[in-house]
Structure formats: structure tokens, C-alpha cells
């Protein structure tokens, strides 16, 4: 089964798993919008993240990262606020897919979903500290992170 087919058919666990420990986190706007809006909000970002898995195309996530990060940082949310709902969405996923799939298929699954995520995480970041700064902030090159000798 292809990896977006099993996220799909998968959906509701995860939201429900990632909705959950949002809420644990006591988010203060998360909180006030509501489980409705938040489970729509997460929702809407998962949706991005399966389709940008099916069609190797981040395009979609970029552009919902970075109109998210606009729209947040002009309502007053902080941005570790926003980046927790990324990073529990990201988690439900890699533990749903640990838990349901055979570990030959974990790297691929992982490396898509955090190439996803993490490429939503970056320009949510990006644009928020832009926008913080009123300045133009630089993609991360993390390249000589992973450069080292050992």
C-alpha cells in the first residue's frame, strides 16, 4: 500500500492522537479558538502533508506554511504555538507509522513525512521571523550539520 493511501485511510487516529497532545500542551490561542477550529486547523495541514507525499510536490505545504505564519503571527499567536501543532502532527504520524507498518518501510515513510513537515517548519519559521524582524530571514542551510567527520 502506498504511504499517502495508509495516511489517509489513517487520518482520524492521527488527528485525534495529534489533537490530544496539543491540548495537553495548554496552548493559549489553540485553546481559545476551540477543539472544533484546532481539529479543522490540523486537519487542513495534515490533508497538505498526504498530498504532498503523493505527489512528491511541496508547493501546496510551503504556500499554506507561509500563509499560516501571517495569518498567526497577525493574531498574536507566539511561534512556538504554531510550531507545536506542526511537531504533534508530526509525531501521531511517525508513531502510527511505527506501530503499523514493517520497519523495512520506516525509513522511507519517516523521511517522507519529516521532509514534508520539516519543509512547512522552515518557511512557518521563515516567514514568522521575517515578519518579527521586519527583515528578510535566510533559508537554513543545515548541510555542515551533517558534514562532520567522525
Same mark, same amino acid.
Given at each position: 500500500? $502506498?504511504?499517502?493511501q495508509?495516511l489517509h #485511510?489513517?487520518m482520524?487516529?492521527? +488527528?485525534?492522537?495529534?489533537?490530544?497532545?496539543?491540548?495537553?500542551? *495548554?496552548?493559549? *490561542?489553540?485553546?481559545?479558538a476551540?477543539?472544533? *477550529?484546532? /481539529?479543522?486547523?490540523?486537519?487542513?495541514?495534515y !490533508? +497538505?502533508a498526504?498530498r504532498a507525499i503523493?505527489?512528491?510536490?511541496?508547493?501546496?505545504?510551503?504556500? *499554506?506554511? $507561509?500563509s499560516?505564519?501571517? #495569518?498567526r503571527? $497577525?493574531? =498574536?499567536?507566539?511561534? @512556538?504555538?504554531?510550531?507545536?501543532?506542526?511537531? !504533534?502532527?508530526? #509525531?501521531?504520524t511517525? /508513531?502510527?507509522v511505527? &506501530?503499523?507498518?514493517?520497519?523495512? $518501510? @520506516?525509513?522511507?515513510?519517516?523521511?517522507?513525512?519529516?521532509? !514534508? +513537515? =520539516?519543509?512547512? &517548519?522552515?518557511?512557518?519559521?521563515?516567514? @514568522? !521571523?521575517?515578519?518579527?524582524? &521586519?527583515?528578510?530571514a535566510?533559508?537554513?542551510?543545515? /548541510?555542515?550539520?551533517?558534514? =562532520?567527520? @567522525?
Amino acid at each position: 500500500m $502506498e504511504l499517502s493511501q495508509f495516511l489517509h #485511510e489513517r487520518m482520524n487516529e492521527i +488527528l485525534t492522537e495529534a489533537e490530544s497532545a496539543l491540548s495537553r500542551a *495548554h496552548l493559549e *490561542h489553540y485553546e481559545r479558538a476551540g477543539e472544533e *477550529h484546532t /481539529r479543522q486547523r490540523l486537519r487542513a495541514l495534515y !490533508v +497538505l502533508a498526504v498530498r504532498a507525499i503523493s505527489e512528491r510536490n511541496l508547493g501546496p505545504m510551503l504556500s *499554506h506554511a $507561509e500563509s499560516v505564519a501571517r #495569518e498567526r503571527y $497577525e493574531s =498574536g499567536f507566539d511561534l @512556538y504555538e504554531v510550531q507545536t501543532a506542526f511537531n !504533534v502532527l508530526e #509525531e501521531a504520524t511517525w /508513531r502510527l507509522v511505527m &506501530k503499523s507498518l514493517p520497519p523495512a $518501510e @520506516y525509513g522511507e515513510a519517516i523521511g517522507l513525512i519529516s521532509t !514534508v +513537515l =520539516g519543509a512547512g &517548519k522552515d518557511m512557518l519559521c521563515r516567514t @514568522y !521571523v521575517t515578519l518579527a524582524s &521586519k527583515s528578510k530571514a535566510p533559508a537554513l542551510d543545515l /548541510r555542515s550539520l551533517f558534514a =562532520g567527520t @567522525y
